[in-house]
């Protein structure tokens, strides 16, 4: 275990944000991880993938890059338990999950980041949410060094939301993640229309796991750049959810604007569509800006933006989309 000191940080979050750190270290296994929190006094940072984050300053701070790996998979007779330590990158989780024939996060491919950092935002795309197949994760309390199993129950799920993001907050550190898929009779999600179409497209009349995935990798790269080539973290806000009476007021002077059913009394709009309407796709913000294809990616333009000019870009933004639409964006990266 190796601690650094005054660390970039360029390559560990998928911004490309080039911010120090003031001090840093890469913990492997569970037990250096212990043993740094029992011996360490400074306040902690704690990264995986760097996916899910914006970095508006320098960290002052002992940053903690979890990289730690392992997949285990037990079989039962119709379905499997799979657990991954949280440092696994998650993508290529998914497809280790697609070659064995376990079914139930292919709708989930490339999606950047690690599994540690998966239940905190309850990620989700294509008609699909971690919460859909999660069992438990383990983690460990920073202060107090003690394990705790969090089952799906404890983790109270929300939109893009977790107990991990309200009331543990920066409390505990998951280790490792459980999920249970199926091994036989896959319930395939192709309800979204993108994906239905891409398979049209491949004359896929009968999809696998694997044609499903590859449909939505296809899809999301027509839309969403390449972190290692242009800087982003994927969708930057939430998809905002309003009651019924609101939306049915947008739609005077928005009749096109589209939605989706939440429950009896709110809809969900897609945020991307109120920021192309709003004039924004394309928009060009100092060395940050938003992606021409994807209204919902802001982008690290020049390679040299600062994590305050790509924020200041998303304030302009929430500031314009209350005005034209009354609804409050929220943003979906964790900024720091």
Same mark, same amino acid.
């Given at each position: 275990?190796?601690?650094?000191?005054?660390?970039?940080? /360029?390559?560990?979050?998928?911004?490309?944000?080039?911010? /120090?750190?003031?001090?840093?270290?890469?913990?492997?296994?569970?037990?250096?991880?212990?043993?740094?929190?029992?011996?360490?006094?400074?306040?902690?940072?704690?990264?995986?993938?760097?996916?899910?984050?914006?970095?508006? /300053?320098?960290?002052?701070?002992?940053?903690?890059?979890?990289?730690?790996?392992?997949?285990?998979?037990?079989?039962?007779?119709?379905?499997?338990?799979?657990?991954?330590?949280?440092? $696994?990158?998650?993508?290529?989780?998914?497809?280790?999950?697609?070659?064995?024939?376990?079914?139930?996060? $292919?709708?989930?491919?490339?999606?950047?980041?690690?599994?540690?950092?998966?239940?905190?935002?309850?990620?989700?795309?294509?008609?699909?949410?971690?919460?859909?197949?999660?069992?438990?994760?383990?983690?460990?309390?920073?202060?107090?060094?003690?394990?705790?199993?969090?089952?799906?129950?404890?983790?109270?799920?929300?939109?893009?939301?977790?107990?991990?993001?309200?009331?543990? /907050?920066?409390?505990?550190?998951?280790?490792?993640?459980?999920?249970?898929?199926?091994?036989?009779?896959?319930?395939?999600?192709?309800?979204?229309?993108?994906?239905?179409?891409?398979?049209?497209?491949?004359?896929?009349?009968?999809?696998?796991?694997?044609?499903?995935?590859?449909?939505?990798?296809?899809?999301?790269?027509?839309?969403?750049?390449?972190?290692?080539?242009?800087?982003?973290?994927?969708?930057?806000?939430?998809?905002?959810?309003?009651?019924?009476?609101?939306?049915?007021?947008?739609?005077?002077?928005?009749?096109?604007?589209?939605?989706?059913?939440?429950?009896?009394?709110?809809?969900?709009?897609?945020?991307?569509?109120?920021?192309?309407?709003?004039?924004?796709?394309?928009?060009?913000?100092?060395?940050?800006?938003?992606?021409?294809?994807?209204?919902?990616?802001?982008?690290?333009?020049?390679?040299?933006?600062?994590?305050?000019?790509?924020?200041?870009?998303?304030?302009?933004?929430?500031?314009?989309?209350?005005?034209?639409?009354?609804?409050?964006? $929220?943003? $979906?990266?964790?900024?720091?």
């Amino acid at each position: 275990m190796n601690i650094q000191q005054n660390v970039s940080l /360029k390559k560990y979050n998928t911004f490309g944000i080039d911010v /120090k750190a003031t001090q840093f270290v890469s913990i492997n296994n569970e037990k250096d991880l212990l043993q740094l929190l029992k011996e360490n006094t400074a306040p902690l940072f704690v990264i995986s993938g760097g996916s899910n984050m914006l970095l508006t /300053k320098a960290i002052d701070a002992l940053v903690v890059h979890i990289n730690t790996l392992g997949i285990v998979v037990k079989r039962f007779d119709d379905y499997a338990l799979v657990t991954a330590k949280a440092g $696994e990158n998650w993508h290529e989780f998914v497809q280790f999950c697609i070659q064995e024939n376990l079914g139930g996060l $292919e709708n989930l491919s490339l999606i950047p980041g690690c599994v540690g950092s998966a239940p905190i935002q309850n990620i989700g795309a294509y008609g699909v949410e971690l919460k859909d197949c999660f069992v438990s994760c383990k983690a460990i309390h920073r202060e107090t060094f003690q394990e705790r199993l969090f089952v799906k129950e404890d983790c109270q799920f929300g939109y893009r939301n977790s107990i991990f993001k309200k009331e543990v /907050k920066d409390q505990y550190i998951i280790t490792e993640v459980t999920f249970k898929l199926t091994i036989k009779n896959h319930r395939l999600n192709t309800s979204y229309g993108a994906i239905e179409d891409q398979l049209a497209k491949k004359n896929v009349v009968t999809p696998t796991l694997k044609d499903v995935a590859q449909a939505v990798i296809a899809i999301r790269k027509s839309k969403l750049p390449d972190p290692n080539v242009l800087g982003n973290s994927g969708s930057f806000f939430k998809n905002p959810i309003i009651p019924k009476n609101q939306y049915s007021e947008l739609l005077k002077k928005f009749p096109n604007a589209p939605h989706y059913p939440v429950s009896d009394n709110l809809v969900k709009v897609p945020a991307g569509w109120l920021i192309d309407q709003a004039g924004f796709k394309g928009y060009v913000y100092k060395n940050a800006g938003v992606h021409d294809r994807q209204a919902l990616v802001l982008i690290n333009k020049t390679g040299k933006a600062s994590g305050a000019e790509i924020w200041e870009l998303a304030k302009l933004i929430q500031k314009k989309i209350k005005s034209l639409y009354g609804i409050d964006l $929220e943003a $979906e990266v964790n900024v720091f």
